[in-house]
């Protein structure tokens, strides 16, 4: 027994790099979930290049729990940042149908007399989801209001997250980060020291040598604590964005769009300080993308669409875009993130070898960049209108052979197959489905054990409730404005 | 919908097979196609026996069961069935070790941490009550008490779940009543003859040695071992497990109860395999399952009939099999349930599990007259998981452990594991990480159970379980602890329990009162 390391207190510090939206949620979660035994140090430097904006601006309803694990409430972002509420992503003009629909956040669907919930649809031949969903319905009209905990109706199966500015949604994580503890340190890293494959000492520019025994690279896609351990970055497809602020006017409704266009496409996402648009295109198109942007972009960047092949090496574990970029077309970037997170604190090492970690750290962030690659590529099946350099290379990528299960069940017989652990769940499977207007050959014949016209009586129900329900509701502006109200004078 | 229209549903559905699988395929298909045109036919031959060696259980049967909307006290007097908590497993890490892997949590996470890792904290700082006694399944087998789980989630005595040991050949016969019921048609007979088409090869029809031809647009081979459409007629073909799982023989054997009834299996491990004790209400039911490259069959006899607990009730069945699985399924328009899918031994319950899988599947994706190729290809996709997982976890009790007293258990330590194995074993063994997946039938409690059984205990924990101070915790988790010992003692005796709720089998000599068993001899 005296040979082994003292469990559970070999790591004594951890160091976390970086200055953008990865750095600010790694630090404050780290520092608030370990033991006070380990330190958290944050060394807050400028990223190289900033590419926060291929965050986009929605994030899903698992920002919640994520935000209290990281130490910051609900109130603390809608009170300190520009946030505002989402239903998810509507989805405009998009493929060969020029297909509009909300890509929205929703529990599980019931199941009816043993049916899944969109087979009776297939069986009447009913092509649009959309109408039978709340969020989607409130999306459309701009209206918001937080789904009961314990209800019941369509309000209570909805599922709602944010719409954010990745440079100000930040803000309260540094402030949970050093209130939990972290130590801050505000300069930026001058050289890397690595030793056998492993991350010796970090020197600083005003001098300081900073070590640790583990290290968390957040510094985007330049990776600066990865690379020099000879991790290459990914090869993919070469997208660019650009982001502009338009402060001022009413709140907007609770639902990024997001429209297909020639170059690429541009989202509109609602803030409570304006809207924030964000054009994405291919490198070839920038001057009719730019054009169609209008306003002087406030950030700019230009990435690789993928992943690298290893998050982390000896003794450093890249997060957010230093181990890989997504395309911002839903909220997988942010959810891959915070998941990553998460996952780093199942991880923290518990002896210098570090290979398990690695290992599985490394499998299960390859499995869900993989996941969210295939919800995206799914996108593209279709037929754009555009021939262009945006469109071509976006379904030049491969097929990945899961995705390719999925469309075939589906369209086969509505099938949802599933695979271990996805970020996606059904629910966001089936919307796409239906959003893109996939239609399946067949459908479950128990469906058929219902007569008819009940089925489709019921469903006409639903889709009354709905509707009268959303026209109850509040609108997105008039509901933040009260919450705001409220929660100022609870002094949150 | 032109494809459906075209392709039509299947209107004729013929099981090939009377056992456990055939009765339960025809059972669950005659439910759910009940009031639809679809005529289901079930072959069997009084002549050919079944194994029906599949006596215990996994929690998941009480779902079929309960979709089939068949009650509880019923099935168990029908059955002379008993509860089950867990199995009990003797001699596995080293000889005179035992452990209960039970059906149920070891105490709850805090913050997303999982309770074995404060478990494992407080063991390192000297703390040596076993993980155990943080679980209410466990405390309740051991004391030999049995009350219905809570369905509250926030309840401690909702943290356990329960199966049967049941008489599967009963099972089989009570589903057999259910199905006719239903509408099912079942013929006496024997296959002689396997009619193709000529285009597709598909079955078109058997022909039964009295003569009679049935046709059906889809066949459910539950022929057993033998698949006789699967294997005979199609050539699927077998993927060979035994480099992994060596044991290709088992004797079985029911005897007289001795000693209180217990609501749990009993698996002991033996010199070239191991041995299972399954109490029942009437009897008990015994089998040894071995490796024939170390010890002969007779021997292997031998050792069990000396290793009976009262005097025996029937002859020894001897069974050969080989581990593994079916290379598919599902085959043109047969698919294989049950013994002609694929072969792991009984060592976790899960023969009937892996039927029921079977059968769920191929409700989900039950094809029409076209056959989608598709929709095999699925099923194929999911039964191979379903048989690997099980697969990985059975060989998780064979290599995590310190035997090596038999020329078996040295074949054991030597062997290269799969991939998937491997890297859950190395996991566990740097920091109590359980890798978890999503689709498989045992959870992470399953495999600490058996970890930690085993004594495959951790180097270290996760160091978020130091979070919380150490006295504190050691409070909590005594309050726990307490909680646990007090649930446990207030449910009623396993038996007192099964007459309670009207289950006990009036033919059942042996749910005899506490007070009689204790003046009982033993074996």
New interface residues.
Partial sequence: MSDRPVPGTFISRIVVCGGGLAAHLAAAALARQLPRSIQVVWVKCRDPRDTDLFYGGVVGPTAYSFNLLAGVSEPRLILGTDTAFSWGTRFDDWGENHRSWVQCFHLPFPVVGGVLYHQHLLRLGVGELEPLLLPAAAARRGVFAHPPENGSGPLSRAEYGYQFNPYTYREPFAAAATSSGAQLIAADISEVECREGRIAALRLADGQSVTGDLFVDCTGVDARLLTPLGVRAPEGRRLKAALSHHPGGKLGPPCRTLMARDFGWQSETSLQSGRARLTAYAPESEAPALAAHGATPSHHAEVVIGRRDVAWAGNCVALGHAAGVLEPLTHAPLLILQREIERLLTLIPVSPDMSVERREFNRQGAADHRHAENFHRALFETQSPFDTAYWLAARAQPLHEMLAVKLTQFASRGLLVAFDLEPFNAEEWTIQHFGMGRRAARYDRLADQQPMAEARAAFQNTEREIEKLVTSMPSHSEYLANLIRYLKQKQW | ????IR?G?IESVCVLGGGTAGWMTAAALSH??K??AVSIRLIESDEIGTVGVGEATLPHIRNFNSALRIGEPELMKATEATLKLGIEFCDWGRIGDRYIHPFGDFGSEL??VPFHQFW??LR?LGDSTRLDEYSLGIMLAEMGRFTSPATDPSRLESTFRYAYQFDATRYARFLRRYSEANGVVRTEGKVVEVRRNADNAFVESVRLDRGDSIAADLFVDCSGFRGLLIEKELATGYEDWTQWLPCNRAVAIPCETRGPLMPFTRATARKAGWQWRIPLQHRVGNGHVYCSDFISDDEATEFLLANLEGPPLAAPNKLHFKTGRRRLFWNKNVVAIGLSAGFLEPLESTSIHLIQDGITELI???P?RGF?Q??A??YN?RMGLNFERVRDFLLLHYVANQRDDSPMWLHFQNLKLPDSLQ?KL??WL??G?I?????GVFLPPSWIAVLLGQNLVP?????????VPADLLAKNVAALRRDVLAAAQKAPDHAAYIRQVGAASETAPMVAPPSTIVDRPTA
Avoid: C, T, V, W
């Avoid at chain 2, 919908?1 to 459906?4: F, I």
């Avoid at chain 2, 890798?435 to 689709?439: R, S, V």
């Avoid at chain 2, 180097?459 to 979070?467: L, M, V």
């Fill in positions: 919908m032109p494809d459906q392709n549903p759910k196609f009031g639809q913050n997303g494992l904290r390192e989900q994706l039950f029409d989608a598709s929709d290809d699925e996709r890297e190395e996991a740097a920091r990480l890798i978890k997946y999503e689709f180097r270290g924990h996760d160091p978020r379980a130091d979070a």
